[in-house]
T-cell receptor, first 113, second 113 residues
Framework: DAMVIQNPRYQVTQFGKPVTLSCSQTLNHNVMYWYQQKSSQAPKLLFHYYDKDFNNEADTPDNFQSRRPNTSFCFLDIRSPGLGDAAMYLC????????????FGDGTRLSIL | GESVGLHLPTLSVQEGDNSIINCAYSNSASDYFIWYKQESGKGPQFIIDIRSNMDKRQGQRVTVLLNKTVKHLSLQIAATQPGDSAVYFCAGLRMDSSYKLIFGSGTRLLVRP
């Protein structure tokens, strides 16, 4: 059973048109992450939530925003997607207990027309 | 700076042989390491982890070795199977309580029939 679910699996949007990607988890984990992964590269952390505390990475563009309305759900909003934002977006979760692996969803593949 | 890096981008092995994937790290503060397997179109899947108070840990057909002296981590896969073909990432957890992972660049494992 999938524990970190990302929807949709594939998303196509137009240049400059806002898009929202969603992630839900059944693990009741405190920490949720959003990563961007481009072809043949490692995942790159965009930001993460520790409970409701938002932690942005210094090099994450302002174009990327996130919301976490409750423990189970987290959203990635891209306000004005550019061609360079085409990538796989991965959501992950972990427990605050520390030294626990992050559990990843299968990602959303975002294409920009 | 902090980094977790891999020595080889691609490893090709014969089905049935053992595979060894290597990883070097420079962040001496990290004391928890994880190996992930990522198949095409999927998210990273947890394989095995190891804490710095250990130098070896075994799972089903996989073994992780940690050499803290030379800051080296390896993943050994016994009797490699076609289903093992994937990209493998090592990752280290930062020890600043940020719950962030530092990923290596990945090694693509190709299994020849």
């Amino acid at each position: 059973d999938a524990m970190v679910i990302q929807n949709p699996r594939y998303q196509v949007t137009q240049f400059g048109k806002p898009v929202t990607l969603s992630c839900s988890q059944t693990l009741n984990h405190n920490v949720m992450y959003w990563y961007q992964q481009k072809s043949s590269q490692a995942p790159k952390l965009l930001f993460h939530y520790y409970d409701k505390d938002f932690n942005n990475e210094a090099d994450t563009p302002d174009n990327f925003q996130s919301r976490r309305p409750n423990t189970s759900f987290c959203f990635l909003d891209i306000r004005s997607p550019g061609l360079g934002d085409a990538a796989m977006y991965l959501c992950a979760t972990t427990s605050r207990d520390g030294n626990q692996p992050q559990h990843f969803g299968d990602g959303t593949r975002l294409s920009i027309l | 700076g902090e980094s977790v890096g891999l020595h080889l981008p691609t490893l090709s092995v014969q089905e049935g042989d053992n595979s060894i994937i290597n990883c070097a790290y420079s962040n001496s503060a990290s004391d928890y390491f994880i190996w992930y397997k990522q198949e095409s179109g999927k998210g990273p899947q947890f394989i095995i982890d190891i804490r710095s108070n250990m130098d070896k840990r075994q799972g089903q057909r996989v073994t992780v070795l940690l050499n803290k002296t030379v800051k080296h981590l390896s993943l050994q896969i016994a009797a490699t199977q076609p289903g093992d073909s994937a990209v493998y990432f090592c990752a280290g957890l930062r020890m600043d309580s940020s719950y962030k992972l530092i990923f290596g660049s990945g090694t693509r494992l190709l299994v020849r029939p």
